[in-house]
Structures are given as C-alpha cells and as structure tokens.
C-alpha cells in the first residue's frame, strides 16, 4: 500500500512538466525529476546527493547564491517564490520553494519547482528599452507632447509639456486639456478634439496659458490613435510666438508700402500742380509793386502754396520718392546744429540736453532732411510734454551683430551712428506705437496734427538706408533710435553758399521736359532770369532740336523720368557731339533706379521740384560758371 503511494507521488513527481528537485535543509539534492535532469545535462546520479546551489549556479560556487529563501522559510513556513538567474543553465527561472516539516515542526525538506522565465525577462527588457528610448526621444522634442484618452485623461506627456505648463507630474496627470487654455480657446480646442476622434486628425493655433498664467501663441496638432486598447489623442504642440512676430512685422512692411505707393502716386501728381502755382505766382508777383494790394494776395497764394508743398514733401518723403542728397555729415554736428531749433521748437519749461559721442560720426546723409526729422521728432515731444519736462538728443556709434538682429528683430549687420531722442511725456501704449508711422496717423485734434510727422521721418530714413525703433510706455516717455550707417569713406565737402535774391544771366538754354505745365512754368521763370530758352517735351524731340541749334545750347536743363528715353540718356547722347555741353537735371520723383540706391551721383546737377526761383537762378550760375 505504502509502495503503491510512493510510486504515485514519484509518477506525479516525474511528471511535472517544469524542473523539480527535493533538497534537505542543508541545499543538498535528494531528489531530482527528469526535466530538471534534462535541464542540467547531467545523469541522475551526477545531482543527488550534490549541493543545489553546485549543481544550478555552477561548480565553483561553495555557498548558497543571494537571494537563497531557506531562511526565509524556516520563517514563514509557507511557499516562496524567488526570481534566480542561473549562470551555468544559461538562464533565468522563476523557482517556487515550498517547505515541508515533520510532526516536531523541524524543517525536513524543500521541494523546488522552477519555471524559465528567460524569454518573459527579455521581452520585458526589451520592453524596458523601448520604453526609456520613446521617453528620451518625446523629452528631446523641441515642443510639447501629449497623449490623452477621450475623457481627457492625460495618459503621456513630455518633460517640456511640465516646463512650458509650469504644472507638475501629479497636476498634469490630475488635469484635463482645458486646463490649458482660456476664454474662446477653449471652444475651439474642444471642437478639434472632437475633430480628432472623428475625423482621425486636426490642427489648430490657440494661445497656451501656464500655471502662473503666461500666454503663449502654439500651434497643436492630434491624431486618433489606439495605444493599448484605448483610444487616445497623440499630438504636439510648438511654440510660434516668432512665427507671429515676424507674419507682425510682414503685413505691418506691406500696409506700410502699400499706403506708401497710394501716397506718392498722389502727391507726384500734385508736386507738378504746385510747380506751376508757385513758378508763376513768383513770376507775377516780382512784377508787382511791392506797395500795390495785389502783391500781397500773391504773397497770400505762394505763402500757402509753401505749405502744400511742404505737406506734399512729406508725403513723398514717407513714400521714399523725394530727392535726397547723400553728403558725409558728422551726426554729432547736426545734433549741435539743431540745439538753437530745438530750444526755438519747444518751451521754457523743457530742458534740453545734448549728450554727443566723442567719436566722429561720419554718415552719407541728406543734412536738412535729418533736421526735419529731428525737427519732427522735437515737436512730437513737445506735444507729449505739455507740463514741460526734460529732453535728451544722444549721439553714440554701435555695431550691429547677427545676435542683435536676431534679438531685437530688426536692423541689418553693420556699423551704425545712432541719434537717440528721448522725451519725458505722455508716452503710448503699443496700440498707437504699431500705428504712428502711417500717413495720416494722429492722435491729436483736427487742426493740431497731420499724422505726417513720423510718414516722413519713417521714409526719410528709410531712404538713407538706415532704420528707426522707438520704446514707449504710458506715463514713462518715448525714446526713438534712428539708426544711420557710417560712411567708410569720407570726405567732407565745402558748405554751399546761399543766398536771397534771384541770379541772372544771358546764355542759351535747351529745356526739356514732359509735363506742360512745367514746362511752360519752368520757361517762364529762365526767360525771367534773362535766358533764351529752347524747349522740347522728350528725348527725342530734344535731339532733334538740339541739333539744330548745338552751337548756341550751353546749358541743358532736363527732367529725368519721362516717357520713351530719360533725361539722363538724351543727356549723354547729346554730349558725344558736345562733350562740354552742361546739365542740370530736375525732377520731383526719383528715378526708379536712383529711388532703389537712395542716392543720387554725387557729380551730377541736381534740383528738385517745385522749383524755388530764387535757388533755381543760383543753381543754374553754379552750373555754368563751374
Ligand atoms: P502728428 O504729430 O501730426 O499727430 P506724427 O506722425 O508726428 O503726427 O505722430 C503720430 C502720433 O504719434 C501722434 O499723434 C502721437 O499720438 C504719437 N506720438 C509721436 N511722438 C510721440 C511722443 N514723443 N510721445 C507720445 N506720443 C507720440
Ligand atoms: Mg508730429
């Protein structure tokens, strides 16, 4: 009966699919079943009675391996389970140790049944890895990563989601995506989510808002995915705040041009009108007596035909269409020159201070224009200050470096002379900072202001190839930086001499240009000064009459932009038959070429429109005595 027990239990012993052995308390190997024989590659009676930690751990090991449960059990009594790696079998098992004592309670034996669990530990190794590679490559993303279920659990983010949130590992994983945004954001991020589970993608742009509530412009995108049997929201979020910028500073660019376009198309036109109005008023008004009424309703029409042309100026100086003559200028002088116009501009009760670089400022710059600019700017703060305050005109050379222009977003590479201009007024907010430089812009009472003020500092610079930035807040003043790039070579030129009243004289000279009015304006005002004037209204018609008359021609006085060939071309072809031939070019816009440099040749005659008769008569003696 016994035996028939025994050979049952050593039947079901034999039969265990996994690895069984029976050890005494002392590790040493009583018994030994075939798949844990097959497993050692040894003969039965190679194991029993040999140590188990010799045998299953290797030959050279003389004491049980860490992680031995024996005493474990003497503890508890009961089964236990423990992880072993086995070198010498190659491979890790899963043992279950169960104790069994006698009726004293003394330890008698251990049976071990042990299941290999080496492919199970790979693969979760393996897991392990891919694991810690998704973490890397999500926490290496420039953006945000996130993984939420439909409910709006968030099941996986990345380290820089907790960094631009500002929320921890334990709030983002309490929260739901809504607790990222604000006000009609929200509407819209719930309407993509949707998206998202529908459509199996969507993309959006909305502002984020972190814990301490800074908003940041990001762009989102999501894809339906199931990860694990759940359906799940995978997306990432980018930062575009310098996208925003820069889109900014375009559609802020292309209005500018575009009013510019409208602005100087208008007041090209309007240039010529005024030409014609203050050439013959000026015509009519030196043949009136100075005591007669009349002279003075003429005075009345030029005084005001001064003020359109000025306007008209500005406006062409916003459009960058005004004629400007690029001399070197140190910017400290007209700095200094402007200290007596500042103190005439603004009042008593604002002090003035100029500060300037001990540094020669040497740039190629029209100096009357950056005196109107200044002049603008000056009047500006007087107006901002009108419980007075205190004003500072600086001078200082900086170079601008590509980290500059990353920074700040403006400016190109390059050594500059920067005029600063501050003023302790009223300031602004950035509302009417984006706007102040378009035409036409104002802020003050109808009558006290054009809004051209700054159209034509912001064109005027512009064309000098230099740039302006200005720093304002409410209540705290305004600062504007016009930047001027310094000249590389330099030389300084003789002041031209001025002077009041009208130079006469007797030669012949060839007028050519297209608008009648102008023209008719313009001979009117040469025949005053005592010339013989031949006309043409082009090119070339004026080398046909030119070379009838080359003998008695001194003096070609030419508009530059007209229809068919340019003053500049008839000029240069009459010169091959007449190489001393003489040219003083006119115009109210520059060439399209000359308005691309910013420059006009620095040898070439130049006068702009409308003519001035009194500097007009100087500038033609100049030419022909030269
Ligand atoms: P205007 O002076 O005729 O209004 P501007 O083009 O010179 O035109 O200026 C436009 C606007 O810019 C002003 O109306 C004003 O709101 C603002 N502004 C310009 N300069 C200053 C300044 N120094 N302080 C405060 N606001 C200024
Ligand atoms: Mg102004």
């Known amino acids: 009966m016994i035996d028939k027990q025994n050979n049952e239990w050593e039947t079901i012993f034999q039969a265990i699919g996994h690895p069984a052995i029976i050890l005494d308390p ?3 190997i009583l018994a ?41 059990l003497l503890n508890s009594g009961q089964t236990e389970t423990v992880d072993m790696e086995m070198e010498s079998l190659g491979g890790i098992f899963l043992v279950s140790c169960t104790p069994v004592f006698d009726e004293l309670g003394k330890l008698q034996k251990v049976i071990h049944i042990a299941t290999d669990i080496t492919e199970r530990k790979k693969a ?77 993608s969507a993309e959006t742009e909305a502002i984020l808002v972190s814990k301490s509530g800074k908003s940041t412009p990001y762009y989102f995108n999501g894809h339906k995915a199931q990860i694990n049997g759940v359906q799940c929201l995978i997306g990432m979020g980018i930062n575009i705040s310098d996208k925003k910028k820069i889109e900014e500073q375009l559609r802020q660019s ?129 107006d901002a200050m009108p419980n007075g305050g205190r004003l500072s005109l600086t001078t200082n050379a900086v170079e601008i470096d590509d980290e500059f222009v990353k920074t700040y977003n403006f400016g190109s590479v390059g050594k500059y002379a920067v005029i600063t201009f501050s003023d302790t007024g ?41 740039f302006i930035n200005l720093y304002s807040e409410p209540g705290e003043g305004t600062t504007f930086r016009i930047y001027l790039p310094l000249a590389k070579t330099v030389q300084t030129k003789k002041e031209e001499k001025t002077s009041k009243n009208i ?12 608008d ?25 018609e004026a080398l046909q009459v030119f070379e009838k008359n080359k003998d008695a021609v001194q003096l070609v006085i030419s508009d530059i932009i007209m229809p068919g060939q340019n003053g500049k071309e008839t000029y240069n072809a009459m010169k091959q038959t007449k190489p001393n031939l003489k040219v003083l070019f006119v115009s109210g816009y520059t060439a399209n070429i000359l308005t691309q440099r910013g420059i006009l040749d620095e040898t070439t005659n130049f006068i702009s429109k409308p003519l001035n008769p009194n500097s007009f008569s100087i500038k033609i003696r100049e030419v022909l005595d030269k």
């Open 26 to 28: 002392n590790h040493k």
């Open 32 to 72: 030994a079943n075939s798949a844990s024989i097959r497993l050692t590659g040894k003969t039965a009676s190679e194991i029993i009675g040999r140590q188990c930690y010799e045998i299953f751990h290797g030959k050279d090991i003389t004491e049980p391996p860490e992680g031995c449960p024996m005493e474990k």
């Open 124 to 200: 979760e190794e393996r897991v392990l890895q891919e694991r810690n590679f998704a973490d890397s490559a999500l926490n290496s993303l420039p953006g945000i990563f996130y993984m939420f279920d439909m409910a709006g659990k968030f099941l996986r983010w990345n380290t820089n989601f907790e960094k631009v949130t500002e929320y921890t590992y334990e709030e983002v994983s309490q929260a739901g995506p809504m607790d990222f945004f604000a006000g009609s954001d929200r509407d819209v991020i719930q309407k993509k989510m949707h998206e998202v589970f529908v459509k199996g």
């Open 254 to 382: 292309q209005k500018m041009e575009a009013v510019g376009h409208l602005a100087g198309g208008i007041a090209h036109d309007f240039n010529n009108i005024l030409t014609a109005i203050i050439g013959y008023g000026s015509l009519l008004k030196n043949l009136i007596p100075a005591n007669d009424l009349m002279y003075d309703y003429v005075q009345q029409i030029l005084t005001s035909s001064e003020k359109a042309a000025s306007l008209t100026h500005s406006l062409l100086a916003f459009s960058r269409k005004q004629i400007i003559e690029l001399k070197p200028v140190d910017a400290n002088d007209i700095a200094l020159r402007m200290q007596k116009i500042l103190a005439r501009i603004i009042g008593e009760d604002i002090e003035i201070n100029i500060i300037l670089s001990r540094c020669d400022l040497i740039v190629m710059a029209d100096q009357g224009q950056i005196e109107l600019v200044l002049m603008n700017l000056a009047t500006n703060a007087r």
């Open 426 to 466: 009223s300031g602004m907010d950035k509302k009417t900072a984006d706007r102040i430089f378009e035409p036409f812009f104002t802020t003050k009472q109808v009558g006290k202001g054009t809004g051209l003020g700054l159209a034509m500092v912001y064109g005027t610079i512009k064309q000098h190839n230099g």
């Open 503 to 514: 130079v006469p004289g007797n030669e012949t000279i060839l007028l050519i240009e297209d």
């Open 516 to 540: 009648e009015a102008v023209r008719n304006v313009t001979k009117a005002m040469l025949e005053h000064f005592g010339y013989t004037v031949i006309e043409a209204f082009n090119g070339t």
